[in-house]
C-alpha cells in the first residue's frame, strides 16, 4: 500500500502541525532576564547588555529547550509516515505518540524547574544579588502548548484507533 496525503487523518495532520509549530518556538524568546526590581544603576547596566544576553532562544538555553520540541517534530512525522500502515497502527503507533508526548512535556517541565542553571552558581547569586530574575519566554509557553495540544490529539487517535480495531473484528 502505498502512502496517500489524501489518506492522512486530520488528527494525524494536527500532529505534524504540533511538531511543525514547536520547531518555530526555538526562534522564540525561551529565556527571559528582567531586572524590575532592581536598582536604578542595574537597570542600566542591564539596558545596555546585548539583546542576545538577556533573551536567549531555545538553541542559546539548555537542552531540555531545544531537544523536545525536536522530539515533537519527529513524532508528527512519524504519525503522518506510518499511520497508513495498518500492522502500525493497530500494533500501537497511537501509544507511541502518547507516550512521546509525555515524555516531550516531562522534558520541557525538567527544562522549566531548571531554568536558571543556563548560569553557573557565581552567575546565579550575582544576579540574584543584583535583582535580575531569569524567567520563561513566550517560546517555552507556546512549546508546552503545542506538547499538549499533541498529547490530546493522540489521546483521540488512541480512541479512533480502538474503534478501527472494534470494526474489523466485527467483520471477521
Do not use: C, N
Not at 6 to 20: M, N, P
Not at 40 to 45: F, G, L, R, S
Not at 61 to 68: A, E, K, Q
Amino acid at each position: 500500500m502505498a502512502f496517500s496525503i489524501t489518506r492522512v487523518t486530520w488528527r494525524e495532520w494536527l500532529g505534524l502541525a504540533a511538531g511543525l509549530l514547536a520547531l518555530g518556538t526555538l526562534f522564540l524568546p525561551w529565556t527571559v532576564l528582567t531586572a524590575d526590581t532592581a536598582t536604578p544603576e542595574v537597570q542600566d547596566a542591564f539596558g545596555s547588555l546585548a539583546q542576545d544576553d538577556v533573551v536567549r532562544s531555545a538553541w542559546h538555553s539548555d537542552p531540555f529547550s531545544w531537544v523536545p520540541p525536536l522530539v515533537l517534530l519527529l513524532v508528527g512525522v512519524g504519525v503522518v509516515v506510518f499511520g497508513q500502515v495498518r500492522k502500525a497502527r493497530m500494533s500501537g503507533l497511537p501509544h507511541l505518540w502518547l507516550v512521546a508526548g509525555l515524555a516531550t512535556v516531562l522534558l520541557m517541565a525538567i527544562g522549566w524547574s531548571t531554568l536558571d542553571w543556563v548560569f553557573d552558581s557565581d552567575q546565579r547569586a550575582f544576579l540574584a544579588a543584583a535583582g535580575v530574575t531569569v524567567g520563561a519566554g513566550v517560546g517555552r509557553y507556546l512549546g508546552m502548548a503545542f506538547a499538549l495540544v499533541s498529547i490530546a490529539v493522540s489521546i483521540l487517535d488512541i480512541r479512533a484507533a480502538r474503534a478501527e480495531s472494534r470494526v474489523s473484528r466485527r467483520r471477521r
